[in-house]
Nanobody, 125 residues
Framework: QVQLAESGGGLVQAGGSLRLSCAAS????????TCWFRQAPGKEREFVVAIYWSSGSTYYADSVKGRFTISRDNAKNTVYLQMNSLKPEDTAVYYC??????????????????WGQGTQVTVSS
């Protein structure tokens, strides 16, 4: 089993930055696809970004491309999401997720077997 714990959310003004962390315990993240999703009130969970375990390649949703950056630290078993130039429409609960061992990520939530509890990000205008 992989346990994921997000942190780093909070309240920020539009144009500001936040850095989210997703710390894994129980099993390594280094051979799993990992990603961030978000869910705003009244909306479906939305894919944000993923990082491939084999190549380190990344894939971003158009809505965050150029503003958000995913990275990982295998030694710390942690994935990060640096969010810059935040907009009010980025307000949501942000979740990290991981696949089973050896599975690359995708944009569908069904791809992922392990989820964190989420961290709230609120961007004020």
């Amino acid at each position: 089993q992989v346990q994921l714990a997000e942190s780093g959310g909070g309240l920020v003004q539009a144009g500001g930055s936040l850095r989210l962390s997703c710390a894994a315990s129980g099993r390594t993240l280094s051979s799993r696809g990992t990603c961030w999703f978000r869910q705003a009130p009244g909306k479906e969970r939305e894919f944000v970004v993923a990082i491939y375990w084999s190549s380190g390649s990344t894939y971003y949703a158009d809505s965050v491309k150029g503003r958000f950056t995913i990275s990982r630290d295998n030694a710390k078993n942690t994935v990060y999401l640096q969010m810059n130039s935040l907009k009010p429409e980025d307000t949501a609960v942000y979740y990290c997720a991981a696949t089973r061992l050896g599975i690359e990520p995708g944009t569908s939530a069904t791809r992922y077997d392990y989820w964190g509890q989420g961290t709230q990000v609120t961007v004020s205008s």
